[in-house]
């Protein structure tokens, strides 16, 4: 029944070391987006993909990069990860635009040491 | 720039009471407004959505309701229970002529105690 799939759940890292969080659906989507949200904050946006073509926001920072390998699969890589980017990272899809309802994976919690 | 403001911050009510929660935003053009539940430590999930031609909007002991040329959003629960503790959060989408990315509001953060 799983429908927007994120691993992992928790991942630690240390400064400066890269990391990857993947996130994976069953819905077929079009569109897929990650966000960035920080503890009492809305979710920002950090890019998003109309099947293959990449959308970043203006202010996502280089540090953050993502790849979509096929409809199904999509990653985000953070090159050499900051103390300010311990974070919550959401995957979500929805089906054709941005302003369909959008399915929201469990989430990554990424922490800096 | 899009914004849309969510008030209060934060709530606390007593089981069984019922509450409301606002939204506004200046989001333009308009396509959509949604409310979403985010539960601790987990992703948002959608309760409600409205177009412009709608005003109200129920899902269970949830209604929404929409004053477009106000440009305000409520968000109404009847007889909350202790899982209605979450966060809910506004999210309002551009329309045609516009991006279609939806922009979030800060959430309200609820607390049903018993």
């Known amino acids: 029944d799983a429908m927007v799939i994120q691993n992992p759940r928790y991942q630690v890292t240390q400064f400066g070391k890269p990391v990857t969080l993947s996130c994976s659906q069953t819905l077929n989507h079009n569109v897929m987006y990650w966000y960035q949200q920080k503890s009492s904050q809305a979710p920002k946006l950090l890019f998003h993909y109309y099947d293959k073509d990449f959308n970043n926001e203006a202010d996502t920072p280089d540090n953050f990069q993502s790849r979509r390998p096929n409809t199904s699969f999509c990653f985000l890589d953070i090159r050499s990860p900051g103390l300010g980017d311990a974070a919550m990272y959401l995957c979500?899809?929805?089906?054709?635009?941005?302003?369909?309802?959008?399915?929201f994976g469990p989430g990554t919690r990424l922490t800096v040491l | 720039k899009n914004q849309v403001e969510q008030s209060p911050q934060s709530l606390i009510i007593l089981e069984g009471k019922n509450c409301t929660l606002q939204c506004n935003y200046t989001v333009s053009p308009f396509s959509n407004l949604r409310w979403y539940k985010q539960d601790t430590g987990r992703g948002p999930v959608s309760l409600t959505i409205m177009t412009f031609s709608e005003n109200t909007k129920s899902n269970g002991r949830y209604t929404a309701t929409l004053d477009a040329d106000t440009k305000q959003s409520s968000l109404h629960i009847t007889a909350s229970q202790l899982s209605d503790s979450a966060s809910y959060i506004c999210v309002v989408s551009e329309g045609a002529g516009g991006s279609y990315i939806p922009t979030f509001g800060r959430g309200t953060s609820l607390i049903v105690h018993p």
């Open positions: 979500a899809t929805s089906r054709d635009t941005p302003s369909d309802t959008q399915y």
